[in-house]
């Protein structure tokens, strides 16, 4: 299984960016994919996840009403809309997979991270 990150950068505060994730190496159905992300000096944490099959999503409260993640069957993608950017959400972002939800286990397959850099 190969998941493969893209998509970080340097934004101001307030502004927006597109992660994308393509997953490949087995079929998804039945597992759900998502973004953790982890700060300097902080452990890594859960953002956001889907249901491959049914489109299912959950957020870390931090995140909810500014991130959106999507996925699009047909492509093996999976995204994370960030809208009104915080400088607290500086991290390097990993696209991760399993077949559980991702709030409950350390996920079975990640992929590499993308630097997220918000500047105040």
């Known amino acids: 299984v190969q998941l493969q990150a893209s998509g970080g950068g340097l934004v101001q505060a307030g502004g927006s960016l597109r992660l994308s994730c393509a997953a490949s190496?087995?079929?998804?159905?039945?597992?759900?994919l998502g973004w953790f992300r982890q700060a300097p000096g902080k452990e890594r944490e859960f953002v956001a996840g889907?249901?491959?099959?049914?489109?299912?999503?959950y957020y870390t409260d931090s995140v909810k009403d500014r991130f959106t993640i999507s996925r699009e069957k047909a492509d093996n993608m999976v995204y994370l809309q960030m809208n009104s950017l915080k400088p607290e959400d500086t991290a390097v972002y990993y696209c991760?997979?399993?077949?559980?939800?991702?709030?409950?286990?350390?996920?079975?397959?990640w992929g590499q991270g993308t630097q997220v850099t918000v500047s105040s």
């Open positions: 190496g087995r079929t998804f159905t039945g597992y759900t």
């Open positions: 889907i249901w491959y099959s049914s489109g299912g999503k």
């Open positions: 991760a997979a399993d077949i559980n939800r991702l709030t409950s286990v350390s996920p079975r397959y």
